[in-house]
């Protein structure tokens, strides 16, 4: 009994090694750009891009994450986020705050020197957002590359998820991209890096839901620290740690869980995780787990396939702000 037992869990490691490294999402492969970029790897020259701009600042994880997630959730993941205009994806007030642009750009640079014309933008944000989270020691997981650029940037078309909806809410705008509760929980550990602006806690802080009090879903003692961060009345909105933990603010762990656990989410979306009958058993699963960021990768993988555009659809943009 114990030796097919042993059997069966060889094999499903065996499965899952082969999902995780050599399986594909439609016309998306990993190393798609083996062989084609001279004797130059692509990932190697990201890889070095990236490397370096952590080493400056390492806030470019949660900047990164951010971008991909932004355009992945609008149109597909096939950078359209990036293109400069006056009516483009980039001047909706949810993508305003969108950091990274410069990075890709770099990253753009330096493999347009090795092989001009073959590397996509699209693919150039999740190579460098999977560098960025294998930094800030989220673990390395596969990128499946292959995608082309969009040739499309409206701000019409952008509806970004916002931070105050209910956990229903999220599920089924993730539902929409082919995204299950786990999926989205798992992504949301995205949260355990980066800021918030008290803007957008203020009212679980003073006024929740118009009752003249904090969230009672929140811990008192964090009410108070976030109260010192954030006055009622004040000329300045300042940023807030999305992971009140000092010691791994900077680190995609499973902090974020356990402070939902502990009543500590920063925004409503983070604390509802874990208050929701579908997603507090993951939360609860995932406080507790060592494999976070195997897991955290695989939703990272999915969630980059989401609409893409592959083979003929699209172009190669020589500019990632400009379509062609």
């Known amino acids: ?33 083996r062989g084609k970029c001279r004797f130059a790897d692509v990932e190697a020259i990201v890889a070095g891009v990236i490397t370096a701009q952590f080493l400056r600042d390492p806030t470019i994880v949660a900047a990164l994450l951010r971008l991909q997630f932004h355009d992945c959730f609008v149109n597909g993941c096939d950078a359209s986020i990036l293109i400069d205009g006056i009516n483009s994806e980039k001047t909706v007030p949810p993508n305003l705050s969108v950091r990274g642009y410069d990075i890709i750009d770099q990253a753009k640079a330096a493999v347009e020197n090795a092989c001009p014309g073959v590397v996509s933008c699209a693919d150039l944000i999740a190579i460098a957002t999977r560098d960025a989270v ?19 940037s409206i701000a019409q078309n952008v509806s970004i998820l916002g931070p105050k909806i209910s956990a229903p809410e999220a599920i089924a705008g993730f539902a929409d991209k082919g995204l299950n509760a786990t999926d989205m929980v798992l992504l949301l550990g995205a949260h355990s890096v980066g800021v918030t602006h008290c803007s957008l806690i203020k009212d679980r802080v003073y006024n929740f839901q118009g009752t003249g009090s904090p969230d009672p879903a929140m811990d008192p003692f964090l009410v108070n620290i976030l109260r010192s961060r954030c006055p009622q009345i004040s000329p300045v909105d300042n940023t807030v740690n999305l992971d009140q933990n000092p010691s791994s603010s900077f680190f995609l762990d499973v902090s974020y869980y356990r402070n939902i656990m502990l009543h500590r989410g920063i925004l409503q979306i983070d604390q509802q995780l874990g208050m929701d009958p579908l997603t507090t058993p993951i939360v609860r699963n995932l406080a507790g787990e060592f494999d976070f960021p195997t897991r955290f990768g695989a939703a990272m993988v999915k969630m980059g396939a989401i609409g893409v555009l592959t083979g003929t659809q699209g172009e190669i943009r020589r500019s990632c702000r400009a379509t062609n």
Do not use: P
């Open 1 to 33: 009994m114990k030796f097919k037992a042993a059997v069966l869990l060889l094999a499903l490691e065996l499965i899952l090694g082969l999902i995780l490294a050599g399986c594909c999402h439609g016309a998306l492969q990993v190393g798609f750009y």
């Open 134 to 152: 294998f930094l800030s020691g989220g673990g390395r997981y596969e990128v499946e590359t292959g995608r082309r650029d969009g040739l499309v």
